[in-house]
């Protein structure tokens, strides 16, 4: 049984108040009594246990050292190594201190004793909370604002797939979202993005790039008992190293880098990516554009009915217990069937996967809307 939504936020704003002390410790006694010598008598302890020849130097260094790590315990990265280092320096520096000049601290040889309760509280904190992990990392990567781009041009392939293959690849509580009750989808998705930035941003700091996206269609029943359609990520490729990076930090989509390009010949176009070995080429107009051979769907406008734009995206922290919603808004959304005259998509091939439909939009206004997250709780 997992804790009540209620309970977990409490846990949750605890951890943040012991993060920031965490942090503040760290930064005082790094940034202003050392590096600013504010507080000399630091200065007196390190002389005193290392000699005053280089005692600045060595106090300021410590502080750097310091400061790096409240940045890191800011951050929240790798919490289990920040704590283990945290434990250890703080006590092996109190026992030296403890040991050879305890007239120098404020407390005297009680100054101990606050370390050890500040490594306690550093350990319960890490090791104990089911609310782990927080800190700016966390925080980034719940999308915490809106986003907002334009795509020259979405092509979107969605292929059937078995059921059980999707419900494998779906992380609990989301189910796959089917037609007819058997057939469960997967989705490839080309796009040529323009102007991806935060909304507060001007649009010369957007950026430009080409996203190949996976995802599985699947649908999640909120905390309001309201049923959500929308697409699970499996993998996420950009040709932008910078975009790779920033994947990375901002989503929990694990980015990796691929080359894309389209080109057109003779009314044809071409996507190729030579990492990805994969090649897709389709028609978009001309004589009429029938649903592709063994298609579940019985017409283009169901086919476009069911694998339209879906608004939502879901990404699940079981560690967290919690789902993350991100929803997407967009304007002049018409999308138009394509024919594909052939594919190679290595990535299909762990699936049992048949060509369903391929839809095309252009010149799209699209944002999302900052991440919302949900607490997962188990009946």
């Given at each position: 049984?997992?804790?009540?939504?209620?309970?977990?936020?409490?846990?949750?704003?605890?951890?943040?108040?012991?993060?920031?002390?965490?942090?503040?410790?760290?930064?005082?006694?790094?940034?202003?009594?050392?590096?600013?010598?504010?507080?000399?008598r630091?200065?007196?302890?390190?002389?005193?246990?290392?000699?005053?020849e280089?005692?600045?130097?060595?106090?300021?260094?410590i502080?750097?050292?310091?400061?790096?790590?409240?940045?890191?315990?800011l951050?929240?990265?790798?919490?289990?190594?920040?704590a283990?280092?945290?434990?250890?320096?703080?006590?092996?520096?109190?026992?030296?201190?403890?040991?050879?000049?305890?007239?120098?601290?404020?407390?005297?040889?009680?100054?101990?004793?606050?370390?050890?309760?500040?490594?306690?509280?550093?350990?319960?904190?890490?090791?104990?909370?089911?609310t782990?992990?927080?800190?700016?990392?966390?925080?980034?990567?719940?999308?915490?604002?809106?986003?907002?781009?334009?795509?020259?041009?979405?092509?979107?392939?969605?292929?059937?797939?078995?059921?059980?293959?999707?419900?494998?690849?779906?992380?609990?509580?989301?189910?796959?979202?089917?037609?007819?009750?058997k057939?469960?989808?997967?989705?490839?998705?080309?796009?040529?993005?323009?102007?991806?930035?935060?909304?507060?941003?001007?649009?010369?700091?957007?950026?430009?790039?080409?996203?190949?996206?996976?995802?599985?269609?699947?649908?999640?029943?909120?905390?309001?008992?309201?049923?959500?359609?929308?697409?699970?990520?499996?993998?996420?490729?950009?040709?932008?190293?910078?975009?790779?990076?920033?994947?990375?930090?901002?989503?929990?989509?694990?980015?990796?880098?691929?080359?894309?390009?389209?080109?057109?010949?003779?009314?044809?176009g071409?996507?190729?990516?030579?990492?990805?070995?994969?090649?897709?080429?389709?028609?978009?107009?001309?004589?009429?554009?029938?649903?592709?051979?063994?298609?579940?769907?019985?017409?283009?406008?169901?086919?476009?009915?069911?694998?339209?734009?879906?608004?939502?995206?879901?990404?699940?922290?079981?560690?967290?217990?919690?789902?993350?919603?991100?929803?997407?808004?967009?304007?002049?959304?018409?999308?138009?069937?394509?024919?594909?005259?052939?594919?190679?998509i290595?990535?299909?091939h762990?699936?049992?996967a048949?060509?369903?439909?391929?839809?095309?939009?252009?010149?799209?206004?699209?944002?999302?809307k900052?991440?919302?997250?949900?607490?997962?709780?188990?009946?």
């Amino acid at each position: 049984m997992s804790m009540r939504p209620e309970h977990h936020l409490s846990f949750k704003r605890l951890k943040w108040m012991i993060l920031i002390l965490l942090f503040l410790v760290w930064f005082i006694n790094g940034f202003l009594f050392k590096l600013l010598d504010l507080v000399p008598r630091h200065t007196e302890i390190v002389a005193h246990i290392l000699g005053k020849e280089h005692a600045n130097l060595i106090t300021k260094l410590i502080g750097t050292g310091e400061v790096l790590i409240s940045i890191w315990v800011l951050i929240g990265i790798y919490g289990r190594l920040s704590a283990l280092m945290q434990i250890v320096l703080i006590l092996t520096m109190n026992i030296i201190e403890f040991i050879v000049v305890p007239d120098l601290l404020i407390f005297g040889k009680f100054n101990l004793l606050f370390a050890i309760g500040l490594s306690v509280i550093i350990y319960w904190n890490e090791y104990h909370f089911k609310t782990k992990p927080i800190g700016l990392w966390a925080f980034f990567k719940s999308q915490p604002f809106a986003v907002r781009a334009h795509f020259d041009f979405s092509l979107v392939l969605t292929f059937s797939i078995p059921k059980d293959q999707a419900i494998k690849r779906l992380p609990a509580p989301l189910l796959p979202d089917t037609f007819d009750e058997k057939h469960a989808f997967l989705a490839i998705a080309i796009v040529k993005c323009n102007g991806l930035r935060p909304v507060f941003f001007p649009a010369f700091l957007g950026q430009d790039f080409y996203l190949t996206g996976y995802r599985i269609f699947s649908k999640y029943i909120n905390i309001n008992n309201k049923r959500l359609r929308g697409l699970y990520i499996l993998q996420s490729q950009t040709d932008k190293e910078l975009m790779k990076y920033l994947g990375k930090i901002f989503t929990r989509y694990q980015y990796r880098t691929s080359d894309v390009s389209l080109e057109y010949k003779n009314n044809i176009g071409y996507i190729r990516s030579e990492l990805s070995d994969m090649e897709i080429i389709f028609r978009e107009k001309g004589e009429e554009i029938v649903l592709p051979d063994g298609s579940v769907f019985p017409s283009w406008k169901e086919a476009r009915r069911f694998a339209g734009p879906l608004p939502f995206t879901f990404s699940v922290d079981q560690l967290k217990n919690e789902i993350l919603i991100i929803e997407g808004v967009r304007e002049n959304w018409n999308p138009e069937p394509v024919e594909i005259l052939n594919y190679k998509i290595p990535y299909l091939h762990g699936f049992d996967a048949q060509l369903a439909s391929a839809f095309m939009v252009k010149n799209v206004p699209y944002s999302w809307k900052k991440g919302k997250i949900e607490q997962l709780v188990e009946v």
